[in-house]
Every structure is written in structure tokens, then in C-alpha cells.
């Protein structure tokens, strides 16, 4: 997961890591211990 702190104050951009193969692409949209 990327964090990135936005200009704005208080305001973060939370990017999920994708994984990607043949058969498409995965990425866990939620987990509680990340948050």
C-alpha cells in the first residue's frame, strides 16, 4: 500500500498494491491492521 500526503491538510492518498497476472489482477482493498 502507498501513502502519500497531499497538500491539503489532514488529507491522504492511500493507493492499494495490484497484483497482476495471465488471469487478471488481485488487490486487498481492506485490512484492519493497516489501517
Known amino acids: 500500500?502507498?501513502?502519500t500526503?497531499?497538500?491539503?491538510?489532514d488529507i491522504l492518498l492511500i493507493e492499494p498494491t495490484v497484483?497482476?497476472?495471465?488471469r487478471g489482477f488481485?488487490?486487498?482493498?481492506?485490512?484492519q491492521a493497516d489501517f
Not at 5 to 9: Q, V
Open 1 to 3: 500500500m502507498k501513502v
Open 26 to 31: 488481485f488487490f486487498e482493498s481492506f485490512n
Open 5 to 9: 500526503t497531499l497538500s491539503i491538510p
Open 19 to 22: 497484483f497482476r497476472d495471465d
